[in-house]
RNA sequence: GGCCCUAUCGUCUAACGGUUAGGACAUCGGGUUUUCAAUCCGGUAAUCAGGGUUCGAUUCCCUGUGGGGUCACCA
C-alpha cells in the first residue's frame, strides 16, 4: 500500500514572482497528490546562487498559503549538497561523468574545472501522461555539464537525485521541460535511480500567444491576492486552464476539485490565459459566500465614513473582486450617497418630455413622498408610491428619470427607490425641491 | 534553423467513426418597473488545408501549413 503511494513536487527556483501559469503547475501537482491520497512535496531551487532571492521564496510560499495548496514537505535544494556530491563523486567513479578542463565562459580567460556527463549517445524513450511516448535522440546534447564542480551541481543533477531520494513518484512539470527530460533519464539510468512517471502540462500563454511571463504583463499570483480574488476562485479557474472535468459545470470547490481531477482531461496544446473568465469564476465564488463574510468584505474596501451597510448589495451586484470596491470610491460613484449631487438641469428632462411637465412629476413625488412617515421610509414603500404615481403617465421614464437623476445627478445609477430610502427623507425631499 | 509537442467559435473547451458540432467567457439583441448593475430569454460565431482509410470522418493515417516549446557554466 505505502510503496505505491504518489508522490508529487512543486519545484520553482526562487528568481521571480511566480505568475499564474507556474502556479497552475503547483495546483494540478497539489490536486493529483491529495486525489491519490499520497503527499506533495515543495522544494525550492535554489542552486542558482546569484539568481535566488529570499524575497522570491517568500512570495512563492505567500502564494502556496494563500492558494490552501499544503505541502507535507518542504525543503531548500541547496541544503542538499551532500547528496548531490556523493552522486556526483559516484558518476565519476564509475565513468558516467568526468571533470574537464577548460576556459571559463565568463570571459576571464581562466581556466577552470567542470563536471560533464558521459553522454551515451542513444535513443531515449519515455511516456508522458499527458503526451504519450516521446522519443528523443541525446546525440546532439554533447557531453553537457551537470556541476560546476564537486559542490556546486546545476539543474539536471539535482533535479534527478533530489527526485530520486524523496521518492518523486510522478513529476508534473511544464512543457518547457520536455526536451529536458532525455538528459535526466540518462542521470536516472547512470546513478541507478528509478524514472519517475512524466506528465508535462502545454504551457499557459499570455493574449501575445506568448507563454506567460513577468516580461509581458503577466500579474504575479500575489497580486490576485491584493487585488481581492477569492483564492477558491483563482484555484477553481486556473485548474480549467488545459483541464477540464468533462461536464458542463465549472464551479467547482476545492474538494470536487480534488475528487474529479485526472491527468487523462488534461489538454494537449497551450491554454491562453483569459483574465475576463477569471473574474467571472471569482464573481461566481463571491456569490456563494454568505452575507456576513460579503458584507465583512465590503465594507473594509470602504472608506471609515462611507460604511453604510445599506450600500452593500448595491455595490456588491456591481463588483467582481473586492479591489472593484475602492474603484467604485475613486470614481465618485457613491458620493451622491453622502452628499448632495450637483445637478445638470438638462439631464433631469426624460426623452421629449417637456421641461414643464418634469418640474411638475417632481412636485408629484415631493407631495407623496411627504405623505410616507419617516419609519415608513423604506424601499418598498417608496416604490409602490412612486409606481402608483407613474403607473398613470404616459410613460413611467417621465417621473422615475427624474427622480432619479435628482437624486444622483449621474447618468448610471441604482434606482431611486434605493437611493431615496437610504439617504432618508429629508435628504430626498430636499434634493428634489433642489432640483425644482 | 535542428529537435519535441500541438491544431473545434475571438477565448477556454465538449465530442473518444454516425450529433441540427454542445457548453462557458466575451459580444450582439430582447424581457424584466426610468439609466446602470444583477437576472432571464434569444442571436452571431468553429472542426487549418490537401490527400488517403471507411458505407460514413472533428475523430484514424500521411503531407503541407499554422501555433507553441526548447536548443546556458539558468532553472
Same mark, same amino acid.
Given at each position: 500500500?505505502?510503496?505505491?503511494?504518489?508522490?508529487?513536487?512543486?519545484?520553482?527556483?526562487?528568481?521571480?514572482?511566480?505568475?499564474?501559469?507556474?502556479?497552475?503547475?503547483?495546483?494540478?501537482?497539489?490536486?493529483?497528490?491529495?486525489?491519490?491520497?499520497?503527499?506533495?512535496?515543495?522544494?525550492?531551487?535554489?542552486?542558482?546562487?546569484?539568481?535566488?532571492?529570499?524575497?522570491?521564496?517568500?512570495?512563492?510560499?505567500?502564494?502556496?498559503?494563500?492558494?490552501?495548496?499544503?505541502?507535507?514537505?518542504?525543503?531548500?535544494?541547496?541544503?542538499?549538497?551532500?547528496?548531490?556530491?556523493?552522486?556526483?563523486?559516484?558518476?565519476?567513479?564509475?565513468?558516467?561523468?568526468?571533470?574537464?578542463?577548460?576556459?571559463?565562459?565568463?570571459?576571464?580567460?581562466?581556466?577552470?574545472?567542470? %563536471?560533464?556527463?558521459?553522454?551515451?549517445?542513444?535513443?531515449?524513450?519515455?511516456?508522458?501522461?499527458?503526451?504519450?511516448?516521446?522519443?528523443?535522440?541525446?546525440?546532439?546534447?554533447?557531453?553537457?555539464?551537470?556541476?560546476? =564542480?564537486?559542490?556546486?551541481?546545476?539543474?539536471?543533477?539535482?533535479?534527478? %537525485?533530489?527526485?530520486?531520494?524523496?521518492?518523486?513518484?510522478?513529476?508534473?512539470?511544464?512543457?518547457?521541460?520536455?526536451?529536458?527530460?532525455?538528459?535526466?533519464?540518462?542521470?536516472?539510468?547512470?546513478?541507478?535511480?528509478?524514472?519517475?512517471?512524466?506528465?508535462?502540462?502545454?504551457?499557459?500563454?499570455?493574449?501575445?500567444?506568448?507563454?506567460?511571463?513577468?516580461?509581458?504583463?503577466?500579474?504575479?499570483?500575489?497580486?490576485?491576492?491584493?487585488?481581492?480574488?477569492?483564492?477558491?476562485? %483563482?484555484?477553481?479557474?486556473?485548474?480549467?486552464?488545459?483541464?477540464?472535468?468533462?461536464?458542463?459545470?465549472?464551479?467547482?470547490?476545492?474538494?470536487?476539485?480534488?475528487?474529479?481531477?485526472?491527468?487523462?482531461?488534461?489538454?494537449?496544446?497551450?491554454?491562453?490565459?483569459?483574465?475576463?473568465?477569471?473574474?467571472?469564476?471569482? @464573481?461566481?465564488?463571491?456569490?456563494?459566500?454568505?452575507?456576513?463574510?460579503? =458584507?465583512?468584505?465590503?465594507?473594509?474596501?470602504?472608506?471609515?465614513?462611507?460604511?453604510?451597510?445599506?450600500?452593500?448589495?448595491?455595490?456588491?451586484?456591481?463588483?467582481?473582486?473586492?479591489?472593484?470596491?475602492?474603484?467604485?470610491?475613486? @470614481?465618485?460613484?457613491?458620493?451622491?450617497?453622502?452628499?448632495?449631487? %450637483?445637478?445638470? @438641469?438638462?439631464?433631469?428632462?426624460?426623452?421629449?418630455?417637456?421641461?414643464?411637465?418634469? =418640474?411638475?412629476?417632481?412636485?408629484?413625488?415631493?407631495?407623496?413622498?411627504?405623505?410616507?412617515?419617516?419609519?415608513?421610509?423604506?424601499?418598498?414603500?417608496?416604490?409602490?408610491?412612486?409606481?402608483?404615481?407613474?403607473?398613470?403617465?404616459?410613460?413611467?421614464?417621465?417621473?422615475?428619470?427624474?427622480?432619479?437623476?435628482?437624486?444622483?445627478?449621474?447618468?448610471?445609477?441604482?434606482?431611486?427607490?434605493?437611493?431615496?430610502?437610504?439617504?432618508?427623507?429629508?435628504?430626498?425631499?430636499?434634493?428634489?425641491?433642489?432640483?425644482?
Amino acid at each position: 500500500m505505502s510503496e505505491n503511494k504518489v508522490v508529487t513536487r512543486f519545484a520553482p527556483s526562487p528568481t521571480g514572482f511566480p505568475h499564474l501559469g507556474n502556479f497552475r503547475t503547483a495546483i494540478f501537482a497539489y490536486l493529483f497528490a491529495k486525489k491519490h491520497n499520497g503527499s506533495f512535496v515543495f522544494r525550492i531551487e535554489d542552486t542558482d546562487k546569484e539568481r535566488s532571492k529570499k524575497e522570491f521564496e517568500e512570495n512563492i510560499i505567500e502564494g502556496l498559503d494563500w492558494l490552501g495548496l499544503s505541502y507535507d514537505k518542504f525543503y531548500r535544494q541547496s541544503e542538499n549538497a551532500g547528496r548531490h556530491k556523493f552522486y556526483l563523486e559516484k558518476m565519476i567513479k564509475e565513468g558516467n561523468a568526468y571533470i574537464s578542463k577548460e576556459e571559463a565562459k565568463d570571459g576571464s580567460g581562466a581556466m577552470k574545472e567542470l %563536471v560533464r556527463f558521459k553522454n551515451p549517445n542513444i535513443n531515449v524513450t519515455f511516456k508522458d501522461e499527458i503526451k504519450g511516448e516521446v522519443t528523443m535522440n541525446t546525440e546532439d546534447l554533447g557531453d553537457f555539464i551537470i556541476a560546476k =564542480n564537486l559542490n556546486e551541481p546545476l539543474f539536471h543533477l539535482a533535479v534527478v %537525485v533530489d527526485d530520486f531520494e524523496e521518492g518523486i513518484t510522478h513529476v508534473i512539470r511544464g512543457e518547457d521541460h520536455v526536451s529536458n527530460t532525455s538528459r535526466q533519464i540518462l542521470i536516472q539510468r547512470a546513478i541507478g535511480a528509478t524514472t519517475p512517471i512524466y506528465a508535462h502540462l502545454p504551457l499557459v500563454l499570455g493574449p501575445d500567444k506568448l507563454k506567460l511571463s513577468k516580461r509581458r504583463g503577466a500579474l504575479a499570483v500575489t497580486e490576485y491576492k491584493k487585488l481581492g480574488f477569492l483564492p477558491e476562485a %483563482v484555484l477553481n479557474g486556473a485548474t480549467f486552464i488545459g483541464w477540464n472535468p468533462g461536464t458542463e459545470k465549472e464551479i467547482f470547490s476545492r474538494e470536487e476539485l480534488i475528487a474529479s481531477f485526472d491527468l487523462e482531461r488534461v489538454q494537449k496544446s497551450p491554454a491562453i490565459f483569459n483574465q475576463e473568465k477569471l473574474e467571472w469564476f471569482n @464573481k461566481e465564488h463571491m456569490k456563494l459566500l454568505s452575507s456576513g463574510e460579503i =458584507n465583512k468584505n465590503v465594507l473594509e474596501q470602504l472608506p471609515e465614513n462611507m460604511r453604510n451597510p445599506k450600500l452593500v448589495p448595491i455595490i456588491f451586484e456591481r463588483i467582481s473582486k473586492w479591489s472593484d470596491v475602492k474603484s467604485m470610491v475613486a @470614481k465618485g460613484e457613491l458620493d451622491f450617497f453622502f452628499k448632495s449631487p %450637483v445637478i445638470d @438641469k438638462a439631464k433631469l428632462i426624460y426623452k421629449k418630455t417637456s421641461s414643464e411637465k418634469i =418640474n411638475q412629476n417632481l412636485k408629484l413625488a415631493i407631495k407623496a413622498l411627504e405623505s410616507i412617515s419617516e419609519n415608513d421610509f423604506n424601499t418598498e414603500i417608496i416604490k409602490i408610491t412612486l409606481m402608483s404615481i407613474a403607473d398613470n403617465l404616459e410613460s413611467r421614464g417621465e417621473l422615475l428619470h427624474p427622480v432619479r437623476f435628482a437624486l444622483s445627478g449621474l447618468d448610471k445609477s441604482p434606482d431611486p427607490f434605493i437611493i431615496a430610502s437610504i439617504i432618508g427623507k429629508n435628504e430626498t425631499l430636499s434634493r428634489l425641491q433642489k432640483a425644482i
